[in-house]
């Protein structure tokens, strides 16, 4: 059966921010997917009402949509899981729970509950269906970031952008959050190496989210006539692939018994020399095959990457280091640990190179980076970490550089 991770190659997300006088803002981010690679086809951020949305996109396209702003509450408490009429007391005390769509993102020790009345959400969704789109995904606040937060050129546990704070722990879980209009990031977001406006953050981790919903916890209310909307989408990806399957399939079953009806009947005799023909060079390609995949495993074990000169590369990265920075480690190739473990044999990451070293400050780091980055052989890089040391008095570092 087709799943919710291969129903959709194609997914859009759209952030919703309500003003306190009731205006709108909006931002729009489509994603596709080839094999396990991303691409953000649009990203479009400004728009003021929810009919400029069909301008971009086109009418009856299914989206996920994300809400933050006046109308959603957010509450952090001791872990609860799940909300029920019982608990939701400590959340909105003398509320009904009917009246409201809950959200509740687990994180450590703490509940981050979202809550929204059900009829404004509604009324929002009725606005959207309106103008042809169908809400198959809906999230309310920023906690749907933390899908994509190790997608983000982060360098500290406190994340901060268009008007949120999140504080994360020394896990990675989240310990604090904060909204207010003034937040902003204080340096240019990148998803891995693209450059990305902080006003589409929510609306890009919203496609994610759609795209790899069946490898992700999701982090949604629960709301009927959005869930039917889904199952609806997933419905028709489901018959329009099998559909196509079929009719490939027949086409070619076709093609192949008229060809064969055909050669057969014309061609006996000549169909037993070729097939002793074609079993004897079948056999041959099968051997010759086998001795390429056999050469192919020794050079990949012994990890040669087609003879390029080590010491030329570390001699060019240690040109354009400043005075600034001190080396204490250099791996070329270095071991997969995961991927080793997993599959019980060495696994290295081909063409990589992992420098660890010390910096008082990150500005030459950064500096150092930016220089690299300029040689023509380097791929990219990447700060894997940088870390004050009290004990030492200085920071550390770990950049990582593809070539």
């Known amino acids: 059966m087709m799943n919710r991770l291969t129903a959709f190659s194609n997914t859009i997300g759209v952030g919703l921010v309500i003003a306190s006088d009731g205006s709108m803002s909006l931002s729009l981010c489509q994603v596709s997917r080839s094999n396990s690679s991303l691409t953000l086809e649009k990203k479009i951020a400004g728009l003021n009402e929810i009919n ?27 872990k609860i899981d799940p909300v029920t009429p019982s608990n939701f007391g400590q959340i909105l005390p003398n509320a009904n729970f009917e009246d409201f769509y809950i959200q509740n993102f687990v994180s450590g020790e703490y509940s981050f509950i979202a809550v929204m009345r059900k009829a404004e959400a509604d009324k929002l969704l009725d606005q959207f269906r309106d103008v042809g789109l169908t809400p198959v995904m809906l999230s309310l606040g920023p ?39 003034a937040y902003t990031s204080s340096f240019p977001l990148k998803i891995e190496n693209e450059p990305i406006d902080e006003l589409l953050v929510l609306a890009y981790a919203s496609a ?83 001795r390429i995949k056999g050469k192919e495993q020794q050079l990949q074990y012994l990890g040669w990457d087609g003879g390029i000169s080590k010491a030329q590369l570390t001699d060019q990265l240690a040109a354009e280091m400043p005075a600034d920075i001190t080396w204490k480690q250099v791996e070329i190739n270095p071991i997969d640990v995961n991927s080793s473990r997993t599959q019980r044999t060495l696994i290295f990451k081909d063409r990589q190179i992992t420098i660890t070293g010390v910096s008082q400050k990150i500005l030459p780091v950064n500096e150092w ?19 004050f040391n009290n004990e030492l008095n200085t920071g550390q570092f770990i950049v990582n550089i593809t070539y």
């Open 52 to 78: 400029d949305l069909i301008k971009h996109i086109p009418s009856k396209s299914v989206i996920s949509l994300n809400i933050t702003g006046k109308g959603v509450l957010y509450k952090q408490i001791e």
């Open 143 to 181: 906690f749907i970031v933390n899908h994509v937060l190790p997608q983000l050129n982060l360098y500290a546990n406190e994340v901060a952008f268009d008007g949120h704070i999140i504080v994360q722990d020394g896990q990675k879980q989240w310990s604090k959050y904060t909204y207010g209009t």
């Open 208 to 290: 994610f989210q759609l795209m790899m919903a069946e490898q992700l916890d999701v982090i949604s209310p629960d709301i009927e006539t959005v869930n039917h909307g889904y199952n609806n989408a997933v419905s028709v990806k489901r018959v329009k692939s099998y559909g196509a399957v079929i009719l490939v399939g027949l086409f070619i079953l076709l093609l192949a018994n008229f060809i064969l009806f055909s050669y057969y009947q014309s061609e006996n005799t000549g169909l037993a020399y070729q097939v002793s023909r074609s079993s004897q060079n079948v056999s041959q390609i099968k051997d010759a095959a086998d």
């Open 369 to 387: 980076m930016a220089r690299i980055k300029s040689k023509r052989w380097v791929k990219g890089v990447q700060l894997q970490n940088y870390s």
